[in-house]
């Protein structure tokens, strides 16, 4: 017989400055390499409540392929400049800046499900990150379609000239980014 818990959960403590030990790994940002068929750059500027970018953060980001398959292959952290793993980390550079080569997923209303980790933070935050233009799959999507249009705007990046992907992630204030209950 398993006796009854006794202690209360603890709260979450505040998450970072980080430190590289034990999460940096080699082409860590590259879910994609970026000479292979199809990959983009996603990228874009982790801002805090008074709209000042954040040197420290962490962002995570995993998605399905172009064909809309979703890796199931294990070893995500290792990359062999071929293999699609789905999974991706980045730190912010000093200037707030994060980047991926990834490719765009495939799938109605396709998103990158994304997990921010800043300074000050007791918990991680999670997110999405759709990719713009296809205006009927977000209509009929469950999540976009319970938001109102600045909510909505929050979670969908903008395309770049070059073809590539942008969205910022704003933990509080004026276009805060909608986040997950997970």
């Given at each position: 017989?398993?006796?009854?818990?006794?202690?209360?959960?603890?709260?979450?403590?505040?998450?970072?400055?980080?430190?590289?030990?034990?999460?940096?790994?080699?082409?860590?940002?590259?879910?994609?390499?970026?000479?292979?068929?199809?990959?983009?750059?996603?990228?874009g500027t982790v801002y805090d409540g008074a709209g000042?970018?954040?040197?420290?953060?962490?962002?995570?980001?995993?998605a399905a392929d172009a064909d809309g398959s979703v890796?199931?292959?294990?070893?995500?952290?290792?990359?062999?400049?071929?293999?699609?793993?789905?999974?991706?980390?980045?730190?912010?550079?000093?200037?707030?800046?994060?980047?991926?080569?990834?490719?765009?997923?495939?799938?109605?209303?396709?998103?990158?499900?994304?997990?921010?980790?800043?300074?000050?933070?007791?918990?991680?935050?999670?997110?999405?990150?759709?990719?713009?233009?296809?205006?009927?799959?977000?209509?009929?999507?469950?999540?976009?379609?319970?938001?109102?249009?600045?909510?909505?705007?929050?979670?969908?990046?903008?395309?770049?000239?070059?073809?590539?992907?942008?969205?910022?992630?704003?933990?509080?204030?004026?276009?805060?980014?909608?986040?997950?209950?997970?």
């Amino acid at each position: 017989m398993i006796p009854p818990k006794t202690h209360r959960p603890t709260p979450g403590q505040t998450v970072g400055p980080f430190f590289a030990y034990g999460l940096e790994f080699p082409k860590q940002h590259e879910v994609a390499s970026p000479h292979s068929p199809g990959a983009i750059v996603l990228g874009g500027t982790v801002y805090d409540g008074a709209g000042a970018p954040i040197p420290d953060a962490l962002v995570e980001i995993f998605a399905a392929d172009a064909d809309g398959s979703v890796s199931r292959a294990r070893g995500a952290f290792r990359r062999d400049d071929h293999t699609f793993t789905g999974f991706g980390r980045a730190f912010t550079n000093d200037e707030g800046h994060y980047e991926f080569w990834t490719r765009e997923p495939g799938g109605t209303a396709a998103f990158f499900a994304a997990i921010v980790f800043a300074r000050g933070l007791p918990n991680k935050l999670h997110t999405r990150i759709y990719v713009p233009g296809d205006d009927a799959a977000f209509a009929a999507d469950p999540l976009l379609s319970s938001l109102d249009a600045d909510e909505r705007a929050s979670l969908v990046a903008t395309r770049t000239p070059d073809g590539h992907l942008h969205h910022d992630i704003r933990l509080q204030g004026e276009k805060e980014t909608v986040f997950l209950a997970f």
